[in-house]
């Protein structure tokens, strides 16, 4: 995967709306974004401001109605369903402000989940599911069942899940919008590491300024256009 001139995700002109019965509602209007490889963005707006829209489109679950999305060199919004499918587990790790965990799997079986996947022979899935682990701090937990987590390691399992492939982009939903603060900074500090240490490209939409502090750069989202400066 190729970055153009070090930007590697580029969002050019996009227009997405939405049918609701008769009404088409515009939730994003005209939209220009680039975020340079190894950068740790925040994406901040009010609710309904269409910050989980964008993320949706840059991870490919989602197709804007006019303008273009390139990720790394890739027009995703060209790709079929199949070739995005494929692209998505090769490329981006995401993480949700509910883990979305399944609570019949253990820690390590959730992790696994995406390398099932992938060529990999079980025993080299299984390293990267110890690697993975091991890097938020969950090694001694991989057996334990989602129910016998605290909110916190389970987010934690939901990070090492987004990364056992190795990923090209975290694309991260409210991460610690379901967590106390304490739990919150851990799950911010272990996104400030992965960024800084694994040299992780992350786009985060969060709605708390104390969680946007931790990135190192700021966006914000108001009906439909992108500001360096908060809405009034």
Same mark, same amino acid.
């Given at each position: 995967?190729?970055?153009?001139?070090?930007?590697?995700?580029?969002?050019?002109?996009?227009?997405?709306?939405?049918?609701?019965?008769?009404?088409?509602?515009?939730? &994003?209007?005209? @939209?220009?974004? =680039?975020?340079?490889?190894?950068?740790? #963005?925040? %994406?901040?707006?009010? +609710?309904? $401001?269409?910050?989980?829209?964008?993320?949706?489109?840059?991870?490919?679950?989602?197709?804007?109605?006019?303008?273009?999305?390139?990720?790394?060199?890739?027009?995703?919004?060209?790709?079929?369903?199949?070739?995005?499918?494929?692209?998505?587990?090769?490329?981006?790790?995401?993480?949700?402000?509910?883990?979305?965990? &399944?609570?019949? @799997?253990?820690? =390590?079986?959730?992790?696994?989940?995406? #390398?099932? %996947?992938?060529?990999? +022979?079980? $025993?080299?899935?299984?390293?990267?599911?110890?690697?993975?682990?091991?890097?938020?701090?969950?090694?001694?937990?991989?057996?334990?069942?989602?129910?016998?987590?605290?909110?916190?390691?389970?987010?934690?399992?939901?990070?090492?899940?987004?990364?056992?492939?190795?990923?090209?982009?975290?694309?991260?939903?409210?991460?610690?919008?379901? @967590?106390?603060?304490?739990?919150?900074?851990?799950i911010l500090e272990l996104l400030q590491a992965l960024n800084r240490d694994h040299g992780k490209t992350i786009v985060?939409?969060?709605?708390d300024p104390h969680a946007s502090a931790r990135a190192s750069h700021t966006v914000y989202l108001d009906k439909g256009?992108?500001?360096?400066?908060?809405?009034?």
């Amino acid at each position: 995967m190729s970055e153009s001139n070090g930007v590697l995700v580029r969002v050019e002109n996009v227009e997405k709306n939405f049918q609701r019965g008769s009404e088409k509602v515009h939730v &994003l209007s005209g @939209l220009n974004l =680039e975020v340079p490889d190894g950068t740790f #963005l925040a %994406l901040m707006g009010p +609710s309904g $401001s269409g910050k989980s829209t964008l993320l949706n489109l840059i991870g490919g679950l989602d197709r804007p109605t006019t303008g273009s999305v390139e990720v790394g060199g890739d027009r995703i919004d060209k790709l079929s369903g199949r070739q995005l499918a494929a692209w998505r587990a090769r490329h981006i790790g995401f993480i949700f402000q509910f883990y979305n965990l &399944l609570p019949v @799997l253990t820690a =390590e079986r959730n992790v696994e989940l995406p #390398l099932l %996947l992938t060529h990999l +022979s079980k $025993s080299e899935r299984r390293k990267h599911v110890e690697t993975a682990l091991d890097v938020v701090g969950l090694s001694h937990r991989t057996r334990h069942y989602p129910r016998q987590l605290s909110g916190g390691e389970q987010q934690r399992v939901g990070i090492a899940r987004a990364i056992v492939t190795d990923p090209t982009l975290l694309l991260c939903d409210e991460p610690t919008g379901d @967590l106390d603060r304490k739990s919150g900074d851990d799950i911010l500090e272990l996104l400030q590491a992965l960024n800084r240490d694994h040299g992780k490209t992350i786009v985060m939409v969060t709605h708390d300024p104390h969680a946007s502090a931790r990135a190192s750069h700021t966006v914000y989202l108001d009906k439909g256009q992108l500001s360096l400066e908060p809405p009034e």
